[in-house]
Structure formats: C-alpha cells, structure tokens
C-alpha cells in the first residue's frame, strides 16, 4: 500500500507563508476525531488563560473585562461553602471565595507552567540528544551517563527537595520540573539522530565541508523535529501534572493559585466530603487539559511513526 | 562481549550511579534552608547546648570532611538521627519502606497485569470496537495524577458507598509494629490496601497497556505469527505464547522507569490514603527541615530505581536470546 | 489420485474502491505424491491461492466462491477448530520465505518442533517429541544437538533447513513452499532444493512450491500452472511449460530466466507491472503488457483451452504458437511495444498492488 512518508530527506527548506505552513501542519489532523477533541480542548483552554483576568489598556482607557467573575483571592464575596448556585455556579469556598473565578484564574498557571517547563526541557533534551549522538565517543558516554543518572532520580521526591530548597515559586518549580524532564527526550532525539547520521544527506554535507553547528542544526535538526514536538507535548502534560501534585502536596506557589493548590486547600480545610463542587471541578480540569495534550501527541505520533496510520 | 564481561560493566556502572546520587543528594540537603537546630531553639535551647548540639551533629566540620563521614554512614547504613523523633533515622524508616514497598508493588503488579492483558487484546483486535475505546480509557486514566484518581476513588467507594475503609493501613492502628505476617496478613489490611493500591494502578496503568499493544502491532507482521497460525496452534497459544511473549521484552525495560513513577507517586499516595509509608514520612519530613530523615526516604526510593534499572537491563538479557552484549 | 481438488475459487480481498479478485475463478487439481510449480510475478496472486488452501488468510480476505476438496474434505466448509486439527499442519504445512523468520525467536528450533507435535499427537511424550526433531535433523543434515539452539544461531541456508524439519514433522501430504530460497545464495539454493525434493519423495508428500523463478521450477517440479492476475493462465507438465508454452506471458516469463533453454539467449524482461485487481472487467489481464494483444483481447476474456495432456491455455492466439515462440525470442518485441489500449493510450495505468508480501 502507498503509505505516505515524510521523506527523510533534508528538509530545511520551508517555502511557502507561515499561514500556509501551519494550514499545512494541522492537515495531520484531518479524519483524526481524537485529535481535533484535544486541539479544540487545549485551544479553549488557552483563551480562557489569556483572558481569565481583566486588561486594561491606559492609553485607550479601555478595560477588556476578564472571564472570571470575582477577584479569585478575594473574601466572602459568599458565604462559607456554599453549593453551587446562579451567584455562584460552582459554589464557594470555606473563605466564602468564588471557586468558579479560582478555576478560570488556575488556567493561567497551568498554561504557563506547561509551556515553559516542557519548552525548556525540550530544549535541553533535544541538544543533549544530538551533540551526544553527532559526536558520539566520550562525549556521548558521558552525556548518557548523566542521562541515565538523572533517570535514577525519583522526579517528584526531587521536586519537593528542590521547591523546598529554593522557595516555592512558580519558577522554581519549573525549574525543578525542567531538571528531571529533558531526560526522556534526551534519550530518544539521540537514538534518532543516530540513525540520520548514517545517511547520504549528512556525508554530503561533511563532503561539502559544511561545520559541524551547521550539520546538527541545519540538516540533522529539521529531520528530527517532528520527535521534538511530540516529546514537547508529552512534556506539557508530565509538567502540568507535576505542578499539580507538587501543589496538592502543598508545595505550591503561594501567590499564583493553581488546580493542584485549590484540591490541597480543600484538603487543609478538612472540606473533602462535603464539598463536591471545589474538588471536582478543579481534577476534570487538570484531568481534560493533561488528556488534549495526550490526544494531540497521539496524533502526532501517527506523524512521525507512520508504521502506526495503518486505520 | 561475554556475558560476564556484560554483567561485570553492569555492576560498575551502577556502583558509578549510586556515588553520583548520593553526591546530588548530599550537595542538594547541605542547601536546605533553615538551621536543623531551629526548630529545638523554641525549647528553650541554650546557645551552649546548641552549639553542642550542632557539634554533636558534626554541622560544624569542613563540607568534604562531612561529605567523607556521611558516606561512610551510609555504607554501615546508619542514616543518622532524625531531628524530630530523636530517633535513629534507620528505625523510623525501616518499616514505613516496607509500608511502601508492599504497596506501590501490589500497585504496579496491577498495573502491569492489566495493562499487559489489555494492551495484548487490543493489538490481537486491531481497528475494532476494543481497541479505539480501550485507547480513550488509556489515555484519560493517563491524564489524571495520582491523587486525583485517589480523590475520586475515595469519593465513589468511601464517602458515596462507604465500601472501604477512608485512610491508614489497620482499622485498629499499630500500623509500625509486629512482624511481617502480622502487618500485612489480614482482611483488614487487604481492605486498607485496595483502594490505594487501585489508585496506583490505574495512574500506572497506561505505559504497559499503550506499549504492549504497539508492539504487539509490530509483532503480529511477523512470519512466524503466520506459521504458528499455519501450525494449526489455538488462537489463544498463538496470542499468549507467541505474539505477548515477544511483545513483553520491551516492557522490561519501561518496569524500571514505572518504578520511577511509582516511587514520586507513593508520595502523593500516601498523602491522599494517609498511609503510613515512606512517601508521607518524606514530605513531613521535608516540611520540618527533618533532613535526616527526608534524606534517607530521598536515598532509598532514589536506591529502588537504580537498582530496578539494573535489574531490568540483566532481565532484559535473560529474556532475549538475541540481545548482544554491547 | 487426487489429493487436493480446487475448482472455481475466487479469493478476493475488501479494499477501499471494492473487491481486490487476487484469485479469481481457478481451477487446479493436485495428485499425491506431485510437486507443482506455481510461476508468476509478486503480485500476481499466486501466494494467496496457496494460503487459500489453509485459509490462511489477512482479515480482510474472503473465499468468495468455489471449492477446496482435500482429500475428500471440503476446506471451506471446515470450521476453525476442524480445520485446526484436521488440516493445519498435520496435513498441509508451510515453508516461508526466510526461515529466519518464522521461527518464533524466543524460543529455541527444538522447543518449536516439539510444540507442534505434541499439539497434533495427543499421546506423544516431550522425550519422544524431542527424539524426533532429533532424527529430522540428523535426515536433513543438522547436528542433532542443535535442536537447543535459537534460530538466529542458525545460518541462512541451516534456518532452512530447519525449516523444513519443522513443515515436515507430521509427515503431511501436502507442502506448501512458496519461495523456499529465494533468500539465500545460489549454491547453497540448490542443496536445499535437493533436499526438499528427497524428503519430500520419502514421505510421499504432495507439494506446491510458489515462485517468481522459472529455473527453480523447471527443476523441482512435475507440472507447472502460470499465475497472472489472479488467473492460471497456463497449465502444463515441466517439460512443455519449457519447451513448448502457448501463453505469451510464459514466453516472457522464460525470456526473464534464458539460462533454462538457451545459454546464448539474453535476458529480456517483461515491462510493465501486473495489473490492479480491483474489478478487471472483461478483456485479458494481460493485454496491456502483451506484444500480442489485438482488438479481441480488450473485449473478451479468453477462456482456457485444451492443448492435450492436461496442457490448458488461457489466450486467444494460442493457436499460433509457432509466429508467437518466435517473435517472443526477439528483444524488440518486448521492449517496442506501446503500453496501453489502442484507441485510448491514456488507460489507467495499473498500479502495483503487492498481494504476496
Ligand atoms: S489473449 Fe491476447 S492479450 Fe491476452 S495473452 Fe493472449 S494474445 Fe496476449
């Protein structure tokens, strides 16, 4: 059957307007329920970030009113614990504050963490895994080495020590995140890139005399990115679930209040049982947002692994 | 490479690995914030005794002379003292890893049976009905951290059916005491095990079950799947025997890395189930500037998994008559 | 005596624009004891009429229509289990391609063989089993000892062997070989070929050997039945397949492998692939690539036609065989000719559709 491939030829040349190039990149999309659920999921997840607070632009004396209701952190805009109602559709928390107004702001910091964690340590990954497989000898064994250190570190235990270490701020538990996530993609960019290695593509370019910056980066890199984008999206999701479990255990930035942090506070305040309304809303949202990055890299892994489009 | 040679290269890379650990270890705990004695102070500690205290410690030596005496600590596995119990760091720990052991172990023994099980019908069924619900099942268990899966199950069996018991190991306490059988040998227990137990399985379940059916994917193209069928063998013999057992080599592998997960998950676990293990002792630990205590959890559950990917790599070996010993 | 009796069968495969007819409409009949050539091009279907007969066959494949008697059993009507028990294997067994890979490989050659005994011989013992693997080794030249090693410790041309110890533990009355060496060197080919040939002729086995390769044939086999697009187009005994074919595509199929007849003749191959398979409408399936097609060729199928002695022929210019042999020898007729109906020279061109891989 003629499975299409993506040639593994070089493929640094991107002609065409970006418009055209992401209309052709969402065409993997195309006949892929799953896929379009997830995209659609994490696009509404996105907007409701972006304009979970209010904007005001001075110049204009414009405010653009923002999604959420309340101010997340004010006080008794309620009563304690109150059930859901039209006031308050998801209902109050023990401090009488809106969970509905908490649940749009947490957004924020999921999309934040999510995307810089997993874009730094993507990026980490990506370069540890093509120097060490481009050089390969001592360089590769002592990269992979530290590689398969780092897999010997339990990731959750290290982002505790760490966060408690350095203070619980949103950047420190990137930072703690980004330390132990690059591995995974470390190991698999390399692997990949040693199989380009051996192709007439990059003996060309050494016949040529082209650097070997250029070689990595110009020729080998573009080969391997769709594998960058699929680990980029799993490392979404291993971040935005770390971040929660690290703030459920309370290690959470005290300032920015995530999902994770709204289950703990529930906890602390002993609300468990009866409150329904603050639990549950905050673990779908965490749960759906974890499973339209999943869904999206499904599909992408279709993309980069053809063997698996046989449907 | 013989074999031997493999086994012995094996052996001093994880002797490598474990040092690297315990030097991140010892550099990250030396950086904790907060005086270990602080927390006496309030006792109304004197300067004195607290100079003394410190002394006692050894925290007023040069770094590498403690680096040098924490070492040799570890390796007579004396982990100190814990700041908060006063107690040998050793005795606290001791049955609490067990506590863990035993259930992340049951957890993973799940996960790793029905994800097996599954992830094998699912590819033996390709494109049907099975497979495509099976993956969306897959992938929101997945999606969901572990305390959220602890939350939800606490809900529906606990606070809605009252089926289970809601936290600890024993209805009747005593959770650290008696011997192994008296721990872990009753109805009881097995009543306090299941719905964490079941928590880590579903959180754990999805890299078996997504493995397995993908390469199952790939195992099914080969030729001798068709001689085997061509033999006139039982479908389920050619499945099981034949195509599973082929697939599960790359299973052995990811085991270490579940053990990884399973490990940083016990924290979150426990917390949730109120489960006396390792996992909850860390964080309370951590919270307390407890180090000496928050270590020796870091340093065994850090110990776990170096030694489960040592295992899996020999495993790996045994299983597969083609492995060369590169 | 027949042994295996194939009348009107039509395997076709569901594709996405209809029925792929990989066999449509084939008739072939089997003595015991006989070898039979199966002869054509990857993609001529001869591979899913062999799976047919244990209907061993991908999900989306169905015997449509037609009979398999084997042996005074209907196949088709067989349910799993019977079949199972009463065909696979015990009766009709298979030898792959590349052996290597049929061997399961976590398992040793000696664990394999012992399997498949026990499974068919209920009262049969491990010891017994493994004493018999023993022996088919020692027969085909192995070292018996080596029934504890894994396939991949085997050489090309010893997993072959192996092999065939394995197709031939329960002694079954029909092989099914489809291109048995093709993976290996020419040498050590012809030993295995000798091989299959001895053992074969000891157990009085039947066997179909399928190949793309007129001269492992022409060497092996009693009768030889030409597959193109799904069709027997020629059927005849070894030595007038070679010497005296009437199909145009035989005579190009002898032209691809000239050291069987003629050692100054050059290599002439057939252009062109063989055809989508996917409603074929009427016309001979061969007709876009042969030199010889004519207006009639495009309009009406050929229907076989009996030369005597079981030589049948599916074409309608069989009768000038003579004009046909001769031009056929000459390069230009093959390579001279243009692709394609007459009128409209824009006829789709088939695509390769690899129903044997
Ligand atoms: S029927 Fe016509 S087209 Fe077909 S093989 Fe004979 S001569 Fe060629």
Redesign the pocket.
């Given at each position: 059957m003629s499975t299409e491939r993506t040639s593994p030829t070089d493929r640094t040349e991107t002609d065409g307007g970006t418009l055209e190039f992401i209309r052709s990149k969402l065409e993997i999309f195309e006949g892929d329920r799953l896929g379009q659920i997830g995209l659609g999921i994490l696009c509404s997840f996105i907007l409701i970030g972006i304009f979970a607070r209010p904007y005001t632009i001075d110049f204009l004396n414009l405010t653009i009113p923002g999604l959420a209701p309340h101010d997340p952190a004010e006080r008794a805009v309620g009563g304690r614990l109150e059930s859901p109602s039209g006031a308050h559709p998801l209902g109050t928390t023990h401090m009488g504050r809106d969970v509905l107004s908490q649940l749009i702001a947490g957004t924020r910091v999921t999309l934040i963490v999510g995307s810089l964690a997993a874009f730094m340590a993507v990026f980490i990954g990506t370069n540890v895994g093509l120097i060490s497989a481009y050089f390969g000898g001592w360089v590769d064994d002592v990269l992979m080495r530290i590689t398969d250190i780092v897999y010997g570190v339990p990731f959750l235990p290290f982002a505790i020590v760490l966060v408690a270490i350095l203070g619980s701020s949103i950047v420190n538990i990137i930072v703690a995140i980004v330390l132990i996530l690059w591995r995974s993609t470390a190991r698999v960019i390399r692997a990949q890139v040693l199989s380009h290695k051996q192709r007439p593509y990059v003996e060309s370019a050494q016949a040529i005399g082209a650097s070997h910056t250029r070689i990595m980066y110009r020729h080998i890199l573009p080969n391997v990115l769709p594998l960058t984008f699929l680990y980029a999206a799993f490392a979404v999701a291993w971040a935005v679930i770390a971040e929660a479990s690290l703030s459920f255990l309370g290690f959470g930035d005290p300032n920015m209040l995530s999902w994770g942090e709204m289950i703990y506070n529930v906890y602390t305040a002993n609300a468990i049982r009866e409150a329904w309304w603050w639990v549950f809303p905050p673990g779908i949202c965490i749960m759906l947002f974890v499973m339209s990055v999943f869904f999206i890299g499904r599909t992408l892994e279709k993309e980069v692994n053809p063997e698996l489009q046989h449907q | 490479m013989g074999l031997r040679a493999y086994v012995v290269r094996r052996v001093l890379q994880l002797i490598v690995t474990f040092w690297a650990f315990f030097t991140i270890l010892f550099v990250l705990f030396r950086m904790m914030p907060g005086d270990p004695t602080s927390m006496f102070i309030m006792d109304g500690m004197t300067p004195e005794q607290r100079e003394q205290r410190i002394a006692e410690l050894g925290l007023n030596e040069p770094l590498h002379v403690q680096y040098v005496e924490y070492a040799r600590q570890l390796l007579r596995g004396d982990f100190g003292q814990s700041f908060i119990y006063r107690d040998p760091v050793i005795d606290i720990i001791a049955v609490r890893f067990m506590n863990t052991i035993v259930l992340m172990g049951t957890a993973l023994l799940f996960a790793y049976l029905i994800g097996i099980t599954f992830g094998a019908i699912m590819g033996w069924w390709r494109d049907s009905r099975f497979e495509r619900g099976g993956i969306i099942v897959t992938l929101v268990a997945r999606s969901s951290p572990e305390f959220w899966v602890g939350i939800v199950l606490l809900s529906v069996f606990v606070f809605w059916l009252g089926w289970f018991p809601s936290s600890g190991m024993r209805t009747t306490g005593g959770e650290l005491g008696g011997n192994f059988a008296a721990r872990y040998g009753s109805v009881d227990f097995l009543r306090h095990l299941f719905l964490p137990a079941l928590t880590g399985a579903i959180a754990y379940l999805a890299t078996p079950t997504l493995l397995m059916r993908s390469t199952m994917l790939d195992v099914l193209n080969a030729d001798f799947i068709e001689i085997k069928k061509a033999e006139g063998l039982p479908e389920r013999t050619v499945l099981f025997k034949h195509a599973a057992r082929n697939s599960v080599l790359p299973l052995v592998t990811v085991m270490a890395i579940a053990t990884g997960s399973a490990m940083g998950g016990s924290v979150v676990i426990e917390t949730v189930f109120n489960w006396p293990g390792m996992g909850r002792e860390m964080v309370n630990a951590v919270n307390n500037n407890d180090y000496p205590l928050a270590m020796a959890a870091f340093f065994l559950m850090g110990s776990v998994v170096i030694i489960m990917n040592f295992v899996a790599d020999l495993a790996y070996v045994y299983l597969d008559p083609r492995v060369e010993y590169e | 005596m027949t042994l295996l009796d194939i009348n009107g069968l039509k395997t076709y495969y569901r594709a996405d624009n209809g029925w792929v007819r990989a066999t449509d409409d084939v008739s072939l009949s089997i003595d015991r004891g006989e070898t039979v050539g199966l002869v054509g091009e990857s993609g001529s279907g001869k591979t899913t009429l062999a799976k047919s007969i244990i209907r061993l066959l991908s999900d989306n494949a169905e015997i449509v229509d037609g009979s398999i008697n084997f042996d005074g059993t209907e196949v088709t009507e067989l349910s799993d289990k019977e079949l199972r028990k009463q065909i696979r294997w015990s009766e009709i067994s298979m030898i792959p391609q590349n052996a290597m890979n049929g061997f399961d490989p976590v398992y040793t050659v000696g664990q394999q063989i012992v399997q498949v005994i026990r499974h068919h011989e209920d009262g049969t013992s491990k010891k017994e089993a493994r004493e018999r693997a023993r022996s088919l080794f020692d027969e085909l030249g192995i070292e018996p000892d080596r029934v504890d090693d894994y396939p991949h410790q085997f050489s090309g041309g010893m997993a072959q062997r192996a092999m065939i110890a394995l197709a031939l533990a329960l002694s079954p009355s029909l092989v099914l070989a489809d291109e048995p060496t093709t993976a290996l060197d020419v040498v050590i080919q012809d030993r295995i070929l000798d091989t299959i040939k001895e053992m074969q002729e000891e157990l009085n086995s039947a066997m179909i050997m399928i190949t793309h390769d007129m001269s492992v044939v022409s060497e092996t086999c009693d009768r030889i039945a030409v597959v193109y697009g799904g069709r027997i187009?020629e059927i005849a005994d070894t030595e007038t397949i070679i010497t005296n074919p009437r199909?145009?595509?035989t005579l190009g199929l002898r032209n691809a492998f000239p050291d069987i007849n003629d050692d100054d003749q050059e290599l002439i191959s057939i252009p062109g692939t063989p055809p989508e398979l996917v409603d074929p409408g009427e016309?001979?399936?061969?007709?876009p690539r042969?030199?010889?097609?004519?207006q009639?060729?495009?309009e009406e199928t050929?229907e076989a036609e009996s030369y005597g002695d079981g030589h049948a022929v599916?074409?309608?210019?069989?009768d000038e065989i003579d004009h046909?042999q001769e031009e056929a020898g000459k390069k230009e007729t093959w390579t001279e000719q243009d692709l394609g109906r007459p009128e409209d020279s824009q006829s789709d061109q088939p695509e390769e559709v690899m129903l044997d891989d």
């Open positions: - | - | 187009v199909h145009p595509y016309g001979c399936r061969f007709a042969c030199p010889f097609a004519e009639e060729c495009w050929p599916e074409c309608h210019r069989a046909l």
